[in-house]
């Protein structure tokens, strides 16, 4: 299995949650969207753990399997046609979230997020 994991579920991971990191353990390979780890940094920035994070981060990043994923002119492809997709339905979702699935379904992952917004985009492959 290879996964996604957007910033709610590597915050998660990074408070302890068994079950994050269970799945994580088990994944064949597992990735931070460029996106998911811009967030996490503005988070770390404007908190008071801010070294404490980021050293956790960086660990995390280190570890076998694990990479940072970034995007390319193929994902451009895929973010154009969702940002229209959502558009075209009603149903916008945050800039980065679209970053995010592109990068998805681009590299064939599963995403494993808690956002529901994620639901209007069912081409999308959710954990």
């Given amino acids: 299995m290879r996964i996604a994991l957007d910033t709610n579920r590597y915050s998660d991971f990074a408070r ?19 996106a998911v780890v811009a967030e996490l ?7 008071s ?3 404490q994070n980021e050293r956790i981060l960086q660990q995390f990043l280190r570890r076998p399997g694990i990479s940072m994923l970034f995007p390319d002119e ?6 154009a046609a969702f940002a229209l997709q959502l558009r075209r339905q009603g149903t ?16 064939g992952l599963s995403l494993y997020a808690r ?4 639901d209007h985009l069912p081409q999308l492959l959710r954990i």
Avoid at 74 to 79: E, F, L, M, S
Avoid at 102 to 107: E, G, N, S, Y
Wanted: hydrophobic share 40%.
């Fill in 16 to 34: 302890g949650d068994e079950d994050v990191s269970k799945l994580i353990e088990i994944a064949d390979e597992a990735y931070l969207p460029f």
């Fill in 41 to 47: 940094r503005m988070g770390f920035l404007g908190g």
């Fill in 49 to 51: 753990k801010g070294r």
């Fill in 74 to 79: 193929q994902t451009t492809q895929h973010y």
């Fill in 92 to 107: 916008p979702i945050p800039i980065n979230d679209v970053w995010i699935a592109a990068l998805c379904v681009q590299h």
């Fill in 115 to 118: 956002d529901s917004h994620f």
